[in-house]
């Protein structure tokens, strides 16, 4: 019969085989009613925390594949308005406008759009991580930076998709755009 806290930590220099046989060789000498149960720490940690590591895998693959699709979604996205504004461009381009103003033009979309979705989305990522963290009497002083971490990661992603796509568009001749 186990009592409730019976639990003897062993700090150990060497293999951890050899420590076990002879932990084996001993108790019986100084416990003989108590059953030899050894656990390693890193199993006992893995018993209490392997939910949260799961959890956390989880929300990691499904953040990866949102990201996968919100990228691919502003790929294509910033394809179609590039394509939609091809004559805008070349008339702003026939009439002198630069290339930083033509990319304030087509970026301004994206970034209302951007701006909108992380107004949606990050005051309720925000709540969530609160309260999951408020189960932990310790924490990690895990602040916004997370968050704003993510929302660069998305600005950056849509940047490169609408300078690949602007990039294109600068670079057709106004002839050719008009004409279609």
Known sequence: MASVG???????????????????????????????????ASQQLDKRYGQDIRTAQLLAIAS???MLIAAFGIYVLSAYSVQ????EVALRKLYGAGGLAIAGLVSREFLLVLAV???????PAW????YYLAGFV?????????????????????????????????????????RS
Request: hydrophobic share 55%; glycine share 4%.
């Open 64 to 66: 990866a594949v949102a």
């Open 127 to 130: 709540l969530f991580i609160r």
């Open 117 to 123: 979705s992380a107004a949606l989305s990050l005051p």
């Open 138 to 178: 310790a924490r990690a002083p895990i602040g916004g930076w997370t968050l704003l971490l993510s929302l660069l990661l998305c600005l950056a992603v849509a940047a490169l998709a609408v300078c690949r796509h602007l990039l294109g568009a600068m670079r057709l001749r106004p002839t050719l755009a008009l």
């Open 84 to 87: 939609r504004m091809a004559r």
């Open 6 to 40: 019976a639990t003897l930590a062993i700090r150990y220099r060497g293999s951890e085989s050899a420590m076990r046989q002879t932990l084996a060789k001993l108790w019986p000498r100084y416990f003989p009613d108590y059953p030899l149960l050894p656990v390693s």
